[in-house]
């Protein structure tokens, strides 16, 4: 008897710890992305206001926003798991990029940060950049400010697959990676 406790204990705790983990936030999937500027630190716009949704046109983007004061370790193994696989050329990855956009109410300390952190984690296809608005994002994006993280697949102006988390590590890349294959 104590034993079957024990284990729906287990259970109910693994059911509540997954769904702790992940949250909705983002745009709805098939609406059109809305553009918006951010400064970009590092990568092909370093040191200038860019909108990358218009920049990129129909090529695909992908979005990470993220709460910088949530940037951690597990995280940073995350984006480097993505700009790895997009670099080796996963199906689906051709001509893929990345935009890791912090939201942060100290712009001026991200926007120091970031350089740092490109030089130690050296990206490959990942521009960093810091958005200059709210920490909730840019508006019509949709972001919970109980993520952590939250990542948007951007095919041309429509959104084709979101994901957000309160925790997670480069394991979670899979199911990003598999969004991109061909259907």
């Known amino acids: 008897m104590v034993f079957k406790?024990?284990?729906?204990?287990?259970?109910?705790?693994a059911v509540m710890a997954t769904a702790e983990a992940k949250v909705k936030s983002g745009p709805e999937v098939g609406t059109e992305a809305k553009g918006f500027k951010v400064r970009a630190v590092t990568g092909e716009f370093a040191d200038k206001d860019v909108d990358y949704l218009q920049?990129?046109?129909?090529?695909?983007?992908?979005?990470?926003?993220?709460?910088?004061?949530?940037?951690?370790r597990p995280i940073a193994r995350y984006f480097k798991t993505l700009d790895k696989a997009i670099t080796d050329g996963a199906e689906g990855t051709a001509g893929v990029e990345v935009?890791?956009?912090?939201?942060?109410?100290?712009?001026?300390?991200?926007?120091?940060?970031?350089p740092k952190a490109q030089q130690s984690l050296k990206f490959e296809h990942t521009a960093l950049a810091?958005?200059?608005g709210a920490i909730q994002g840019p508006e019509g994006w949709g972001v919970n400010t109980d993520a952590h993280l939250t990542t948007v697949i951007v095919k041309g102006k429509?959104?084709?697959?979101?994901?957000?988390?309160?925790?997670?590590?480069?394991?979670?890349?899979?199911?990003v990676v598999s969004a991109l294959k061909p259907k």
């Open 55 to 72: 920049s990129r046109a129909d090529k695909t983007t992908i979005f990470l926003l993220i709460a910088a004061d949530k940037w951690d």
């Open 158 to 175: 429509k959104v084709v697959a979101t994901f957000a988390y309160r925790s997670t590590n480069e394991t979670d890349v899979r199911g």
């Open 130 to 132: 810091v958005f200059p």
């Open 5 to 13: 406790q024990l284990v729906s204990a287990a259970v109910v705790f």
């Open 99 to 114: 935009v890791a956009v912090w939201l942060t109410e100290d712009a001026a300390k991200s926007k120091e940060y970031l």
